[in-house]
């Protein structure tokens, strides 16, 4: 158990449409990452936070959104859901430093 | 920019034998390279870490990777393969140089890893 809790395990909803996904990092850890797992682009960095404040921005859609609460948690809002963004989705998270990343099960989204 | 490169999407080996999953990455300055492995249905398992100093890193599960400058390789090995070594290998990169409190990786696209009883 990496101690990263995601939720929830599974999400389905129509092309349109607007989901949260939301992770819990590991006790003590202040950075939040967020990854895009698909098949045909593998694992894509997202957006990362540390301490509530953005960091760093990789890849990320206009149409996402993320932010992280003062007690660490961490939310990734996706709105105007295409087919194209049904993925696995997964957050990690880590002390810093060199130290590595922990990541949670993931969200697994599909749009239909 | 940073990039990592596993040229093989997937590698089999006979249970017993030796394996070897290959990454070769780029960065600007010098790197800090790590293993990950996937199981099905789960999220990423750290493996080892290359910091500095000695080449040769061992990690958890009896797997080690050395670390080679010159060829900007950093390739994963194990000298008995197992059954229950089957998985998704991830190798994974960041620059030293990166910006201060950005500790993003960046990872490879992955090496299937079958172990055939």
């Known amino acids: 158990d990496s101690g990263v809790t995601q939720t929830p395990k599974h999400l389905i909803t129509a092309t349109g449409q607007r989901v949260t996904l939301r992770c819990s990092p590991r006790?003590?850890?202040?950075?939040v990452y967020w990854y895009q797992q698909s098949l045909d682009q593998g694992l894509q960095f997202l957006i990362q936070?540390?301490?509530?404040?953005?960091?760093a921005k990789g890849n990320i859609l206009e149409r996402f959104s993320a932010q992280q609460f003062p007690d660490l948690h961490s939310e990734l809002n996706l709105s105007s859901l295409e087919l194209g963004d049904s993925a696995l989705y997964f957050c990690?998270?880590?002390?810093?430093?060199?130290?590595?990343?922990?990541f949670g099960n993931g969200t697994r989204l599909t749009v239909t | 920019a940073q990039s990592v490169a596993q040229p093989e999407d997937q590698v089999n080996v006979a249970e017993g034998n030796p394996l070897t999953v290959k990454c070769t990455y780029s960065v600007s300055g010098n790197p800090y390279l790590f293993w990950y492995v996937q199981y099905p249905n789960r999220g990423l398992q750290f493996l080892l870490k290359y910091i500095t100093g000695d080449n040769l890193v061992k990690g958890s599960y009896g797997f080690e990777a050395e670390f080679n400058k010159s060829q900007t390789s950093f390739h994963l090995k194990k000298p008995s393969a197992l059954v229950s070594d089957s998985a998704l290998y991830f190798c994974a990169v960041r620059d030293r140089n990166s910006g201060a409190g950005s500790y993003q990786l960046t990872f490879g696209k992955g090496t299937k890893l079958s172990v055939i009883p």
């Open positions: 990690a998270s880590s002390v810093g430093g060199v130290s590595p990343l922990h």
């Open positions: 936070y540390y301490n509530g404040e953005e960091r």
């Open positions: 006790s003590g850890d202040l950075s």
